[in-house]
C-alpha cells in the first residue's frame, strides 16, 4: 500500500445519508475475487442510467468536483460486510472518506484496504459541505500523523481517532502481511529464545 501521512485535495461532497454498501458497489458485480475495476463501478447505479449512460446529476460525473476525498453524510457504509465496497472507494482513487458516522464493518475495511475514514462531527461536516457548495476548490488537509482535519476555508480543525495499530500501517504504507513480515527478525528472535 501507498504510504499515508498527510494530504491536502479538493474533496467530492455526497451528503446523502446512509449509503450502504449495496449502493457503493451493487451486488452483482461481487463475483471477482480480484480488486481490479471496483473503482469502475462505484456507486454503478447512481452514476449511470439504465442504458449505461452517465447520470449527469451524480456528483462522480459533474466535472467540477474532483479530489482524493469523499466527503459523505452519515452513517456511511452501512449494510452488508463486503470488502469490495472498499475496494470500490479506494480503486476509484479516493485516499479519505469523511463522514460523521461510519460502519464499523466498513470502517475496517476501508483500514485494511488504505483509505482513511475521518469521523468528525455532525456541525464540521456541514461546514465542509457548504465551503464546497461555495467554491468547488476549497481544500481540506488531513494529517495522520497528528490526527486531524482541517477545513482550508475557514482554517477550523478537529482531531479523530484511529486504532494505532492501523494508524501504524497507514503511515508505513503496510498491510497486515507486510506487517509482519517488516517484524520477521523479531519473531524469528522470540522463536528462537522460546524453542
Not at 445519508?17 to 471496483?38: C, H, M, W, Y
Request: include cysteine.
Amino acid at each position: 500500500m501507498e504510504k499515508f501521512t498527510t494530504l491536502t485535495s479538493t474533496v467530492v461532497p455526497l451528503p446523502i445519508e446512509n449509503v450502504d454498501t449495496d449502493q457503493i458497489i451493487p451486488a452483482r458485480f461481487l463475483k471477482a475475487t480480484s480488486k481490479e475495476g471496483f473503482g469502475d463501478n462505484l456507486f454503478r447505479d447512481w452514476r449511470y442510467d439504465n442504458n449505461n449512460r452517465p447520470n449527469q446529476d451524480f456528483v462522480l460525473n459533474n466535472p467540477l468536483y474532483s479530489g482524493s476525498i469523499l466527503v459523505a453524510g452519515k452513517n456511511f457504509g452501512s449494510g452488508s460486510s463486503r470488502e469490495h465496497a472498499a475496494w470500490a472507494v479506494a480503486g476509484y482513487g479516493f485516499r479519505v472518506v469523511v463522514s460523521s458516522f461510519f460502519a464499523d464493518i466498513f470502517k475496517n475495511n476501508a483500514l485494511n484496504n488504505g483509505v482513511l475514514p475521518v469521523v468528525v462531527s455532525e456541525s464540521f461536516l456541514q461546514e465542509i459541505f457548504e465551503a464546497v457548495e461555495a467554491d468547488a476548490q476549497s481544500t481540506l488537509t488531513v494529517d495522520l500523523e497528528k490526527q486531524t482535519i482541517r477545513n482550508n476555508v475557514s482554517g477550523r480543525e478537529e482531531s479523530f481517532s484511529i486504532n494505532a495499530y492501523k494508524r501504524n500501517c497507514l503511515l508505513q504504507g503496510y498491510d497486515d502481511i507486510d506487517f509482519l513480515l517488516s517484524n520477521k527478525e523479531k519473531i524469528q528472535a522470540w522463536e528462537n529464545e522460546n524453542n
